[in-house]
């Protein structure tokens, strides 16, 4: 592996703020996402979730992310044709190779403009480097409260996903 210095690049930090992952996507449900009712396919939305996800990891980490696991996903209520999915996505905690983000989902109205909480998930990532190694990623730093909430939540999540 090329050292930080022989590529040009600053080395990574050892601790990344919340913060610096966010991602926000947006996506309009179009009619080939759908289903026979007109609300959106699970399956699409769940791979929009791993993909705000997956960017949210590799911004912390500098790192090609690859999905290790996914916990369970709540649909809470259905997205229609014509609305847009407003995904928000960042990293809770880096354990060493791998670590947990979490993904907030909206359905929005254009029209009125209101946004309705539709999902959450969380997945974690394992960040590989350039030979497709597991590698170290930097320490995540909770700075409000519900990034601390979200932090320690992690932990026990993991502890239930290990066993």
């Known amino acids: 592996m090329s ?6 690049r600053d080395p990574l930090p050892t601790r990344h703020s919340v913060r610096a992952s966010q991602v926000e996507m947006t996506e309009l449900v179009l009619p080939n996402d759908t289903n026979q009712l007109g609300n959106l396919l699970g ?9 705000a996800m997956a960017i949210a990891a590799a911004r912390h980490s500098g790192l090609v992310c690859v999905t290790a696991s996914v916990d369970h996903i709540d649909f809470h209520h259905p997205v229609k ?6 995904l928000q996505a960042s990293v809770n905690r880096v354990f060493r190779t791998s670590m947990e983000a979490g993904v907030k989902v909206f359905a929005e109205d254009i029209r009125s403009g209101t946004r309705v909480h ?9 960040g ?4 497709g190694v597991p ?9 409000t409260e519900e990034e601390q909430r979200r932090f320690e939540q992690a932990l026990a999540r993991r502890q239930k996903r290990m066993g």
């Open 135 to 143: 590698t170290a990623s930097p320490q995540v730093i909770p700075e």
């Open 128 to 131: 590989l480097n350039e030979e």
């Open 81 to 86: 044709q014509g609305q847009v999915v407003v």
């Open 3 to 8: 050292s930080p210095e022989a590529t040009g």
């Open 43 to 51: 399956g699409k939305l769940m791979h929009w979730m791993d993909i």
């Open 118 to 126: 539709t999902n959450s998930a969380y997945m974690t990532f394992v």
